[in-house]
């Protein structure tokens, strides 16, 4: 054990010093203790009853003396703001409920992914509630592409639609919504994307990210945005009488929807949208939701507590699944039903979409990767990767972005292009530090996209094959100024120093305090040193499995994802020694046994980490 760690995972102070002296790892960031006030440090542990490395982990992250309470054990009662601090959000109820009272026909237009589906539920469930049904409409992705389009709201019209409340989309297609008002179609919309200043002319633009909004709540996902709307939409109500005689729908039964899409948008889980994320997987835990419990079982899960794994990695990607490669709207349908056999057969037509997405997700990423490595683009300085390909599934261009950015550390940019017509649509992943949301709106402005927007760490693209070089050059200058600071700041950052054997499940579960994790308040992250790997396997997919072994002779189970191929990879399957490594503690549940598994980050070698 190195100097100054303990059993218990007690941290080192270490300021701005290289923790355990790694200055460059095998994946090129040096290791950092996570920063922590020690003033605050001691408050909470007097105000809370914490150890000091709880206490610790608490304080890094950003947690201040008077919230250590509301953090560790969030409420709606405390952390529920005003519905009306969101701009338009009473003119959003104001509409909604004059069009439920006038027996008018309300449809929900959603985006296909996770957040857009949970956030259409969300309004269905109330709809069914207040006995009206809400038909969903979600556009086909390779079709029609993301958002509101003319065409869209034209056939919604002639469907008989009088209003159309836009979920997850909607903020930023001002020419689709002004063609719904020329038809006499209205429109309200509730997104938490980033939008131009001039909103869309409609009857209300909820959106927490929309310039003026003073809500304070911009971590929301959309799901989370309709969450508070379901609030202001009873109050208004109640405010109509409309509950006299009937009970008010209680929107808390739905939490699990809007963790759903708080987690598996990666958005900041602080403050309200932590508390909404953190009570929703408590609702979760239950699996009431019969598309919910369907999907899991489909997926070969148990039921039990409900984590963000469960969003994030199990329920999520099968949910996508249908918006990337299949029907658009078996996501919104699935989590809307209270059918279970209509649940069982759309989970069953979702898992089976999920497996045929990862093949392709697979092919593209392979051809991606060859494609840049070839050109060296990936290691030229340049700020952003940008990489195009013919008929590359549109549906998978984002998951690939994510995969490519993990393994440059730089923000990468998938198009898929149509050989037919000449039009690319892409999607990118961004590095911390380099907002390429705002970049893409900006090549938007100035005519390189046909369409685009997103957020910091996100965004979506369409294009024309031969603007692709003229975007590449674009975001390369444009996020030329953002990209010295992003790559100061890409540290592994370090919680604690622990053995191998101090790496136990009472550490994880005591940790485990601090969740649900995501953005802003991140997984503690470990570190270990003077280990050897042991018994390394190569695994399908690049993955490698080992035992991490420390001096002592004490070992953990660990794994590390799609690195066979890397610096850190080989250190690991060739079974050097003395290595540093920094990782995650995970559940290790199988067949009951209640251990861990050790999930690595990074990989350092001493005699080249200096």
């Known amino acids: 054990m190195a100097d100054g760690a303990n059993p218990r995972g007690e941290l080192i102070d270490g300021g701005v010093a290289d923790f355990l002296d790694v200055a460059r790892s095998l994946s090129g960031r040096a290791w950092r203790q996570r920063p922590a006030e020690p003033s ?37 009662k405390a952390l529920f703001p005003d519905p009306s601090s969101f701009m338009d959000m009473d003119a959003a109820a104001t509409a909604i409920i004059d069009a439920l009272q006038a027996t008018a026909s309300i449809h929900v237009f959603a985006d296909y992914d996770v957040d857009g589906a949970s956030s259409a539920a969300l309004l269905v469930r109330w709809f069914r509630a207040m006995g009206a049904e809400l038909p969903i409409y979600v556009p086909d992705r390779i079709t029609e592409g993301y958002g509101p389009s003319a065409k869209a709201f034209d056939t919604l019209k002639a469907s008989g639609a009088d209003l159309v409340i836009t979920v997850d989309c909607g903020a930023a297609a001002n020419e ?43 971590n929301l ?53 932590r508390a909404l994320t953190g009570l929703g997987l408590g609702v979760m835990s239950a699996w009431g939701n019969p598309g919910l419990k369907a999907l899991l079982a489909a ?14 990695f199990i329920l999520g990607p099968r949910i996508n699944a249908g918006g990337r490669i299949g029907k658009s709207d078996l996501g919104a349908r699935l989590l809307s039903t209270d059918d279970a056999a209509e649940a069982r ?66 923000p990468v940019i998938v198009i898929g292009v149509d050989a037919v017509n000449g039009v690319g649509k892409g999607s990118g992943r961004s590095q911390p530090g380099m907002n390429l949301g705002r970049a893409i709106q900006a090549a938007w402005n100035e005519g390189v996209l046909m ?26 200058e444009r996020l030329a100024g953002e990209q010295a600071e992003a790559e100061a700041i890409d540290l592994v950052e370090v ?34 040193s003077g280990v050897q790997a042991r018994e390394p396997v190569a695994m399908n997919g690049g993955h490698v499995r080992c035992r991490l072994v420390g001096p002592d002779g004490a070992s953990v189970k660990a794994i590390a994802w799609r690195c066979a191929d890397l610096p850190s990879g080989k250190a690991l399957l060739a079974g050097q020694g003395g290595l540093m490594v920094a990782g995650r503690l995970k559940a290790d549940d199988w067949n009951g046994r209640r251990g861990v598994q050790f999930e690595i980050e990074d990989v350092a070698d001493p005699r080249m980490a200096k």
């Open 40 to 76: 605050l440090v001691r408050a909470h542990m007097q105000a809370l009853g914490l150890d000091e490395p709880l206490a610790r982990a608490l304080a890094s992250r950003g947690v201040q003396a008077d919230q250590g309470a509301d953090f560790l054990t969030p409420t709606l």
């Open 495 to 528: 919680d604690a120093l622990v053995e191998p054997g101090s790496a136990t499940r009472a550490l994880f579960e005591a940790f485990e305090k601090l969740a649900p994790f995501g953005p802003a308040n991140p997984e503690p992250l470990f570190a270990l």
């Open 176 to 218: 689709a919504v002004a063609h719904a008002g020329e038809i006499g179609l209205n429109v309200v919309v509730i997104d938490h994307h980033m939008m131009r200043e001039q909103p869309p002319q409609c009857l209300a633009v909820v959106n927490p990210n929309r310039p003026g909004d003073t809500s304070g709540q911009g």
């Open 299 to 312: 997926a070969g899960a148990e039921e039990g507590p409900a984590k963000s794994n469960h969003a994030g």
């Open 221 to 273: 996902a959309a799901a989370g945005v309709v969450f508070v709307l379901l609030a202001a939409l009873n109050r208004e109500a109640r405010a109509r009488g409309l509950f006299e005689g009937q009970a008010q729908p209680d929107i808390r039964q739905w939490l699990d929807l809007a963790a759903m899409g708080a987690i598996c948008d990666v958005t900041g889980l602080t403050g309200f949208n």
């Open 451 to 476: 369409a685009g927007g997103g957020h910091a760490m996100a965004a979506g693209l369409t294009v024309k094959a031969d603007r692709i070089d003229a975007l590449r050059d674009f975001l390369n």
């Open 345 to 410: 057969m759309l989970a069953a037509e979702l898992d089976a979409l999920n497996i045929a997405r990862r093949e392709v997700e697979r092919e593209v990423t392979e051809q991606a990767q060859r494609r840049v490595e070839a050109t060296g683009a990936h290691a030229d300085g340049s700020a952003v990767v940008v990489v195009a390909g013919e008929d590359w599934h549109p549906g998978v261009v984002g998951i690939v972005a994510g995969r490519l950015r993990e393994r440059w550390r730089k």
